[in-house]
């Protein structure tokens, strides 16, 4: 049984930056896309960035270029540096991993993905 728990949220000014940890147990799942996706208040689930299993990362055009995705295989651990964040950006953050493996483009529709976090809120003051 594989577990995600996702860690790092809080509350930043606008500008500042955060960066959310997804620790995997039970399995690797170094074959999958792991993605982190948020979710406002009143709004669906929403793709933020993924990584495929060779190491390709892809973004949101809102994300590009302020957020990172990165993996520590030893740690079996995902991140997702923010910077540069804006107040647009609060929600609660999921760590997310693909139902099918071997993927080179991470899907951006939730129901692709097979294991959830509990998420961790990111909250942005103006």
């Known amino acids: 049984q594989v577990t995600l728990v996702e860690s790092g949220g809080g509350l930043v000014q606008a500008g500042g930056s955060l960066r959310l940890s997804c620790a995997i147990s039970?399995?690797?799942?170094?074959?999958?896309?792991m993605a982190w996706f948020h979710q406002a208040p009143g709004k669906e689930r929403e793709f933020v960035a993924g990584?495929?299993?060779?190491?390709?990362?892809y973004y949101t055009d809102s994300a590009k270029g302020r957020f990172t995705i990165s993996r520590d295989n030893a740690k079996n651990t995902v991140y997702l540096q923010m910077n540069s964040l804006k107040p647009e950006d609060t929600a609660v953050y999921y760590c997310?991993?693909?139902?099918?493996?071997?993927?080179?483009?991470?899907?951006?529709?939730?129901?692709?993905?097979?294991?959830w976090g509990q998420g961790t809120q990111v909250t942005v003051s103006s």
């Open positions: 997310a991993a693909s139902r099918q493996t071997l993927l080179v483009n991470p899907p951006r529709d939730p129901i692709e993905y097979s294991d």
């Open positions: 039970g399995r690797t799942l170094s074959d999958n896309v």
């Open positions: 990584r495929n299993w060779g190491g390709g990362t």
